[in-house]
């Protein structure tokens, strides 16, 4: 009992440890998920043995993830899914797909990965980190016209449409048919949810404006009993929790008024940000068994190339189709904000391992991928959105530029 006592304990030094270090090391430039996920492979079995995956910890860490997905379905704008960014992200995706099939083909005749993960890596591939891009946009600032539905939509269905892949994937052949029925019941399930959100809006805003500010934190109660009888709910139709935290962020985004939304949002934030998504992050990193790629020196050499396998699959085909919307650095950064991976990757390589699909170092090797996306594609995406010199002063010139008589 007294080493459970510590192992929790040494995970919540880890959380903390996770906010402090930054503060303490400004120089320190690494994204939060992944400082949490070295943390978490430096207290690992696989590091100092300090902390281990048992049942409670690895409860939290399912609650974290099911937070982080719904955290990114309530930033989505409901006048952003429509119009050309939802055609061009739809597109975008599709040819991702194809691409993707015909990376991971490439990787498994290199020897990088084993035949029977051929699919697993395409869907790794193919996917977009919504809840690490998204929250960047409020802090670049300005940025072009229809950057921000591109990204949003585009990101989006990286998230979804892998993860209704994934549950195909996991699915027993002879129970296939099943599954894909399942996946339309849940939709229709969902699509109604919706339809009764919106249409009983009002009276979800009475019950906010009664009890936002109250002690006992009402609407955050009910958030999250809606968030875990959505996860149980695709847990019965063997649906990833992914797609129903998703569905749980969409559904609050289009219930709630702008009146409300921010106050809602700033205590998702304080449970995720401050507890639940962290844990997630530093859980799946005490699954990671670099020493596993440290006794393979050919599977580290993987890792970049991976990681511009990300990019090309990712951000290649939203660069090529925003050609006539987007200026010519505005479409390079929204390729790296798309070839951004890391949640959806984690989970995909913890079920592939899991499964006996992926080796240890073969799951480390896509996770070590994706985090070097998250250590260098939105960096550099921010750089490249930022007004040149030229620009700003041209800018300045047209302004005080006196107007022709």
Request: proline letters at 5%; aromatic letters at 6%.
């Given at each position: 009992?007294?080493?459970?006592?510590?192992?929790?304990?040494?995970?919540?030094?880890?959380?903390?440890?996770?906010?402090?270090?930054?503060?303490?090391l400004p120089w320190l430039a690494l994204p939060a998920?992944?400082?949490?996920?070295?943390?978490?492979?430096?207290?690992?079995?696989?590091?100092?043995?300090?902390?281990?995956?048992?049942?409670?910890?690895?409860?939290?860490?399912?609650?974290?993830?099911?937070?982080?997905?719904?955290?990114?379905?309530?930033?989505?704008?409901?006048?952003?899914?429509?119009?050309?960014?939802?055609?061009?992200?739809?597109?975008?995706?599709l040819t991702s797909a194809v691409l993707a099939l015909?990376?991971?083909?490439?990787?498994?005749?290199?020897?990088?990965?084993?035949?029977?993960?051929?699919?697993?890596?395409?869907?790794?591939?193919?996917?977009?980190?919504?809840?690490?891009?998204?929250?960047?946009?409020?802090?670049?600032?300005?940025?072009?016209?229809?950057?921000?539905?591109?990204?949003?939509?585009?990101?989006?269905?990286?998230?979804?449409?892998?993860?209704?892949?994934?549950?195909?994937?996991?699915?027993?052949?002879?129970?296939?048919?099943?599954?894909?029925?399942?996946?339309?019941?849940?939709?229709?399930?969902?699509?109604?949810?919706?339809?009764?959100?919106?249409?009983?809006?009002?009276?979800?805003?009475?019950?906010?404006?009664?009890?936002?500010?109250?002690?006992?934190?009402?609407?955050?109660?009910?958030?999250?009993?809606?968030?875990?009888?959505?996860?149980?709910?695709?847990?019965?139709?063997?649906?990833?929790?992914?797609?129903?935290?998703?569905?749980?962020?969409?559904?609050?985004?289009?219930?709630?008024?702008?009146?409300?939304?921010?106050?809602?949002?700033?205590?998702?934030?304080?449970?995720?940000?401050?507890?639940?998504?962290?844990?997630?992050?530093?859980?799946?990193?005490?699954?990671?068994?670099?020493?596993?790629?440290?006794?393979?020196?050919?599977?580290?050499?993987?890792?970049?190339?991976?990681?511009?396998?990300?990019?090309?699959?990712?951000?290649?085909?939203?660069?090529?189709?925003?050609?006539?919307?987007?200026?010519?650095?505005?479409?390079?950064?929204?390729?790296?904000?798309?070839?951004?991976?890391?949640?959806?990757?984690?989970?995909?390589?913890?079920?592939?391992?899991?499964?006996?699909?992926?080796?240890?170092?073969?799951?480390?090797?896509?996770?070590?991928?994706?985090?070097?996306?998250?250590?260098?594609?939105?960096?550099?995406?921010?750089?490249?959105?930022?007004?040149?010199?030229?620009?700003?002063?041209?800018?300045?010139?047209?302004?005080?530029?006196?107007?022709?008589?």
């Amino acid at each position: 009992m007294q080493g459970h006592e510590v192992q929790i304990a040494t995970l919540f030094v880890a959380v903390a440890l996770a906010a402090w270090l930054p503060c303490l090391l400004p120089w320190l430039a690494l994204p939060a998920p992944v400082l949490e996920l070295l943390l978490g492979i430096a207290i690992g079995p696989h590091g100092l043995h300090l902390d281990s995956n048992g049942p409670a910890i690895s409860m939290f860490s399912t609650l974290g993830m099911a937070v982080l997905f719904l955290r990114a379905g309530f930033e989505v704008e409901p006048e952003m899914v429509r119009g050309r960014a939802l055609r061009l992200a739809w597109k975008g995706w599709l040819t991702s797909a194809v691409l993707a099939l015909v990376a991971a083909g490439v990787l498994m005749l290199a020897g990088a990965f084993a035949a029977n993960a051929w699919i697993w890596v395409a869907l790794a591939l193919s996917t977009t980190a919504l809840g690490v891009v998204q929250p960047l946009l409020r802090d670049r600032g300005s940025l072009p016209d229809g950057y921000d539905q591109a990204l949003v939509v585009a990101a989006g269905f990286g998230e979804v449409m892998p993860t209704l892949l994934l549950s195909l994937v996991v699915a027993r052949a002879d129970r296939l048919a099943d599954q894909v029925l399942a996946i339309l019941g849940f939709s229709g399930f969902c699509a109604l949810l919706l339809w009764l959100a919106i249409r009983h809006r009002h009276r979800w805003e009475r019950l906010l404006e009664r009890s936002m500010h109250d002690s006992a934190q009402l609407p955050i109660r009910l958030v999250m009993g809606l968030l875990v009888s959505m996860v149980v709910m695709g847990n019965l139709v063997q649906i990833n929790l992914v797609l129903g935290a998703l569905v749980t962020g969409v559904l609050l985004r289009f219930g709630t008024s702008d009146h409300h939304r921010q106050a809602l949002a700033d205590r998702l934030d304080g449970l995720g940000s401050g507890f639940l998504i962290p844990l997630f992050f530093i859980n799946s990193g005490m699954s990671l068994d670099f020493s596993a790629l440290a006794r393979d020196p050919l599977a580290i050499a993987w890792i970049p190339v991976v990681a511009l396998l990300m990019l090309l699959v990712r951000g290649g085909p939203m660069w090529w189709l925003q050609r006539p919307w987007l200026p010519q650095r505005a479409r390079l950064a929204l390729a790296l904000d798309c070839g951004t991976q890391l949640p959806l990757v984690v989970a995909i390589a913890m079920l592939g391992l899991q499964r006996q699909v992926l080796s240890a170092s073969q799951s480390t090797l896509l996770v070590a991928a994706a985090m070097l996306t998250v250590m260098v594609f939105p960096a550099a995406a921010t750089k490249l959105l930022r007004p040149t010199d030229e620009a700003a002063h041209g800018s300045t010139d047209r302004t005080t530029a006196p107007s022709p008589s």
